[in-house]
């Protein structure tokens, strides 16, 4: 139902994104191919959890990580735009061997 209502709201609008995606200095990444296999896969992983919570605007990630040990076995998507948002919460994820956090890299808009 909220879906259907976010969906008739956004029909015909246009999204733009106001500033930077990523800060100016570079942030150190655990490893680059883990980063990249936690993208969200929306066909094989929303198909195959039950419970799956959606943190939108998950900055440097400190609810996921929350949600994640009260939830392990729940999917949490974190939905950020901002790459050193998302690199800081990943290395927290793989220094944690978290594993039921996914990535959503783009605007949540486009999710719908």
Known sequence: MVFLLIENMLKGH????????????KNPIADL?????????LKKEIKKNTKII??????????????????????IIACDIYLDGNINLFNQIY???IKNIRFYKNNVLKFF
Do not use: V
């Open 14 to 25: 246009k999204y733009k994104i106001f500033g930077r995606n990523k800060g100016r200095k």
């Open 95 to 97: 220094n944690n061997n």
């Open 33 to 41: 191919k883990i980063f990249n296999s936690l993208e969200l896969d």
């Open 54 to 75: 959606f943190d939108i605007g998950s900055g440097n990630g400190e609810n996921c990580l929350l949600l994640s040990k009260k939830n392990p076995s729940a999917l």
